[in-house]
């Protein structure tokens, strides 16, 4: 079965750095989705990914699908405190309406 | 912006209490899920249904029931709570065909036995 690894786990960055999550699929992805989830709150959509290579971004958050379809990365440029929460990469299950999620990353701005 | 909703959002109450967790969905969707997020962040699929009257069985085994009666409602229902059930649940909902089968959640309900 599919399973997508986030790392890191958990970061605690400064406020107006840049930072990068991974999500690493042990398949080739068809589509990769980006949420995020504020503490103790639901997960929200941010963007969707689907060619190798496809770029997205949405106010100062970038993703990437890269070309073999395998890893994607989401990238915050100059890091703000309303950044902090838990993000989540997702796939679709072949053949399903299901997803699986990744193991989360936990990140904490300071101000 | 998301129109799916959950209550009650905090519940706390004794082991053996019957409970039924809220999730109804005004955006028309024909699919909808719950969740259970561990401490750790992971989100495992319980249940979910791709309309009325249809409900399956998620990749987690969990003792909660669920029914599909109606497209908007998809409650979730624990007939005899344990402690181990303490934890996040998630609803989701979603439409269309592939890539655009995007879920969108609700706010959750954290629940806690005792």
């Known amino acids: 079965s599919q399973e997508l690894e986030q790392s890191p786990q958990s970061l605690i960055v400064q406020e107006g750095k840049n930072l990068t999550i991974n999500c690493t699929s042990s398949?080739?992805?068809?589509?990769l989705y980006w949420y995020k989830q504020k503490y103790g709150e639901g997960l929200i959509f941010l963007m969707m990914l689907q060619k190798g290579g496809e770029e997205k971004s949405h106010e100062k958050i970038t993703a990437k699908l890269d070309e073999k379809k395998q890893q994607s990365s989401l990238h915050i440029t100059a890091s703000q405190p309303s950044h902090a929460g838990i993000y989540l990469c997702?796939?679709?299950?072949?053949?399903?309406?299901?997803?699986?999620f990744g193991t989360g990353t936990r990140l904490k701005v300071l101000a | 912006e998301a129109d799916i909703y959950q209550t009650p959002r905090y519940l706390v109450i004794g082991t053996g209490k019957k409970i039924t967790l809220e999730c109804s969905q005004t955006m028309g969707h024909d699919k909808m899920y719950w969740y259970q997020q561990d401490p750790g962040m992971e989100l495992h699929l319980i249940h979910y249904?791709?309309?009325?009257?249809?409900?399956e069985k998620g990749d987690l085994s969990s003792e909660s029931t669920v029914s599909r009666i109606r497209t908007e409602h998809f409650p979730l229902t624990l007939e005899s709570a344990r402690p181990s059930h303490t934890s996040q649940y998630l609803c989701a909902s979603s439409e269309g065909q592939g890539m655009k089968n995007i879920q969108y959640f609700g706010a959750g309900t954290r629940l806690s036995v005792l």
């Open positions: 249904s791709y309309g009325v009257n249809s409900t």
């Open positions: 398949k080739t992805l068809y589509g």
């Open positions: 997702g796939a679709g299950s072949s053949g399903t309406y299901k997803y699986i």
